[in-house]
């Protein structure tokens, strides 16, 4: 057999180890992981290179259709394939699809408009938890659910979220839930704004820390006694982690995602950078002490992957208005796996732990493994190689996302993406998309 491809002498990196392997694909799919070097008609030389799975990025924002200004398809799956990452779920809250006609619509729409393969969320909606199966066989990724009312979705209470989760647990489908009382954080704002209060520093007062973990509690409860299947999104800090991981211990099917963030980004940052570090939870690590016990949770398990939560805003739209009223969001696709093969370099993670992290688990979580996720035969040729040891600064000026931003601009990093496959088709290279948008859409799991 004639390969197409042969990615040559580099280090594979699976979750199980690590070892030197030539990785061969034909007709978009590996078809060799080995040492016998065989045939194809184009060859990588990849010495002195990781091969890593392609990044799988479940938690992204591209407001494509609904606030375009803000992101689209094209700049933000640029975006992620310059940066590693070959798969993506996205969801858009400003034409949040709630039917299944909704999702037909948007795929068609869709179609030419994406560097990388992707799956489509829905928005869960309180009161109709009749339509999750309708939803589910036409091919949703996942539910989102927000347990607060946020960037216009309606918050669900603790009756509207077992409604919900009871459907899922009927017809095998998966919500991913953003956790924040919204009695607490509602009372939060009256007392805030009977003060007058206007100043970036209200933010983790808002959105504080009893909301997160009263809301995660009670999510994971539910999940646990109804049976259903559930991942907790954007875990800020180790006390949300903690009831989670009671709860997966009790038998919840219950995963934690975590994002940069909060491991990175420090809780007194709002004062100096305000709206700048508008996102919700906001970021809660005070010490490089919190940064680390963020990271133990991840090597661990306990926080069982890493998505961006990539909901970007322009430096205009962030300066447009006050602190209550400028988006919530950051900007993650660009950054999210550099960060992540620093963190190894730092000796946080191992590149194992990436691959399980940033591909594997979330592959697993929501129906794109074995397909997706992995370096195996059989497995689309989703590849990405990577310099461990090459050093680059982030920058605001190298971002492909429209934002045009990132919160870690200054921040020196090692680990550089050399280049990435996507079902064995290069789509970048050296940080820039270098193929046309032949990425596809993946049903989920009950379609």
Not at 43 to 68: K, Y
Not at 274 to 289: C, E, V
Not at 369 to 390: H, N, S
Request: hydrophobic letters at 40%; one cysteine or more.
């Amino acid at each position: 057999m004639t390969l197409d491809l042969l990615i040559a002498g580099g280090m594979v990196v699976t979750p199980d180890g690590r070892r030197r392997a030539d990785v061969g694909v034909a007709d978009g799919r590996i078809a060799v992981v080995g040492a016998d070097r065989p045939a194809a008609r184009h060859e990588v030389d990849a010495s002195g290179l990781l091969v890593l799975p392609g990044g799988v990025d479940t938690h992204v924002h591209l407001m494509d259709p609904g606030s375009t200004e803000r992101e689209d398809f094209p700049t933000g799956t640029a975006a992620a394939a310059a940066a590693g990452v070959t798969t993506i779920v996205e969801h858009s809250h400003g034409a949040p699809v709630r039917t299944a006609d909704d999702l037909r619509d948007k795929r068609a729409y869709l179609a030419g408009r994406s560097n990388v393969d992707f799956g489509l969320a829905a928005h869960a909606w309180p009161g109709e938890a009749a339509d999750v199966a309708g939803l589910w066989a036409a091919g949703v990724a996942f539910f989102k659910v927000f347990t607060c009312t946020t960037h216009g979705i309606p918050g669900h209470d603790a009756a509207a979220l077992r409604a919900h989760l009871q459907a899922t647990a009927m017809s095998g489908a998966v919500s991913l839930v953003h956790c924040e009382d919204e009695s607490l954080t509602a009372d939060a704002e009256r007392l805030l704004r009977r003060a007058g209060r206007t100043d970036p520093g209200l933010l983790p007062d808002w959105r504080d820390r009893d909301a997160e973990v009263v809301a995660a509690a009670v999510t994971a409860l539910l999940v646990r006694r109804v049976g259903a299947r559930a991942v907790v999104a954007h875990v800020s800090h180790p006390e949300v982690a903690a009831y989670l991981a009671r709860e997966r211990a009790g038998g919840a099917r219950l995963g934690a995602e975590g994002c940069p963030q909060y491991f990175l980004l420090r809780e007194d940052e709002v004062h100096e950078h305000g709206a700048l570090r508008k996102f919700t939870p906001p970021a809660r690590a005070r010490t490089d002490s919190d940064e680390a016990r963020m990271w133990e949770l991840l090597r661990s398990g306990t926080l069982t992957h890493m998505s961006s939560d990539h909901a970007p805003s322009t430096l205009e739209q962030k300066a447009a208005g006050d602190i209550w009223n400028v988006h919530f969001g950051l900007p993650g696709l660009d950054t999210t796996l550099p960060v992540l093969l620093d963190a190894a370099a730092r000796g946080h993670l191992s590149y194992e732990d990436i691959a399980r992290v940033y591909a594997e688990t979330p592959a697993r979580t929501y129906g794109l493994y074995p397909r997706k996720g992995r370096i195996g035969v059989g497995a689309d040729a989703d590849l990405v190689l990577v310099d461990p040891g090459g050093r680059r600064t982030l920058a605001n000026e190298d971002m492909l996302s429209k934002a045009g931003w990132t919160p870690y601009h200054g921040r020196a990093v090692t680990g550089r993406v050399v280049r990435t496959y996507l079902r064995g088709a290069l789509v970048a290279e050296e940080g820039k998309p270098v193929a046309a948008r032949e990425g596809r859409f993946l049903p989920g799991a009950g379609a």
